[in-house]
């Protein structure tokens, strides 16, 4: 049996985790719910840090937990990337990579070559940690975890510590991560752009449990457990570019059922890309709008509609050929429009996002 089943119950004062969860083989895994949730504990359940958690572990069809046996935390072929890097200090780069790797049974340099091209870091090898950025440093945690050739990552907000400049600095290798890793990657956030980017599966937990699994873009646009993502609701819809307008500098990204103008992010036709398309960006008419500066409107049909946090506004979910987005519209206006499910409305997308 191929992926992750997990079920763990554990309790302590004040709280308890009580999860059952059937994840894929390969991609990433978003962890996501609010502080205190239980994500790290949960995490901590896999690597087998929680000596009092019951359950059962299987990863790819190996058990590593049962009720009979429990493979120990240091036979676990696992990386574990922390908020903070935590490399020795005297050791250069290269020295900390190199001290797991040697610890190992069967030392792998192919796999330690690869986990320094894979996170760039060729240039910082004979560096000292001292004389790291946060994101070098944190690239270097992600190599040291990689080079022992781990069947399972779990990364606990590897981007938490990080400001914004250099949480852009890191994404890209986080994205060559997604793209080349063949291994499951268990990715806790609380950032929802962070998720957008980088997952390919969503796990929602709150209060010990895990409240919706699937994959992301259907888990996004779930409306009988709307996520409590305020300005962040939205959706993501995996395109190709197609087209480019080279006058206007757009560029159109064709995604299943539609297409939609974005300015030219200089990717070549045919690539494929991740589009973010927010609730608030979205709006509806229930005629074909005649002049808009709106330039991308779709035709589609409403599926659903849900409560919004504010009592004034609705989301609506809005099915695009197989593609679903979600609008978030005031109550007063979808009475204006009539919006039932069933109808057929036209939907303006007044801007995405690319997440290249
Ligand atoms: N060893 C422990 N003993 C008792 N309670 C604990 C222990 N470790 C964590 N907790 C509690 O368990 C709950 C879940 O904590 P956990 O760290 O897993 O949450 P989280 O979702 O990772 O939070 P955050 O996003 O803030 O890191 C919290 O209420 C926490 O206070």
Known sequence: MSGIQAKFQLGWPGFSLDVALDLPARGITALFGPSGSGKTTLLR?????????????????????????RVPVHQRPLGYVFQEASLFAHLTVLGNLRYGVKRMAN????????????????????????????????????????????????????LASLDHPRKQEIMPYLQQL??????????????????????????????????????????????????????DAGTILDATVGDVDAAWHLARVDFPGGSLWTPDPALPIGRPVRVRVLARDVSLAAMPPEQSSIQ?????????????????????????????????????????????????????????????
């Open 45 to 69: 359940c896999i690597a087998g840090l929680e000596k009092t958690a019951q359950g059962r572990l299987l990863v790819n069809g190996e058990i590593w937990q049962d009720t009979t046996r």
């Open 107 to 158: 030392e792998n340099s192919a796999a330690l070559d690869q986990a320094i091209d894979l996170l760039g870091i060729n240039a910082l090898l004979h560096r000292l940690p001292d004389k790291l950025s946060g994101g070098e440093r944190q690239r270097v945690a992600i190599a040291r975890a990689l080079a022992l050739s781990p069947r399972l990552l779990l990364m606990d907000e590897p």
């Open 178 to 231: 997604h793209r080349t890793l063949e291994i499951p990657v268990l990715y806790v956030s609380h950032a929802a752009d962070e998720v957008a980017r980088l997952a390919d599966y969503l796990v929602v937990i709150d209060n010990g449990r895990v409240r919706a699994q699937g994959l992301l873009a259907e888990t996004l646009t779930r409306l009988d457990f709307p996520l409590p993502l305020g300005d």
């Open 296 to 356: 991308n409107v779709l035709r589609g049909q409403v599926d659903a509609i849900a409560n919004d946090a504010h009592p004034g506004l609705l989301l609506v979910r809005i099915q695009v050929g197989p593609s679903q987005l979600l609008a978030r519209v005031t109550r007063r206006a979808a009475a204006a429009l009539h919006i039932a499910t069933g109808q057929t409305v036209w939907v303006q997308v007044k801007s995405v996002a690319l997440m290249v």
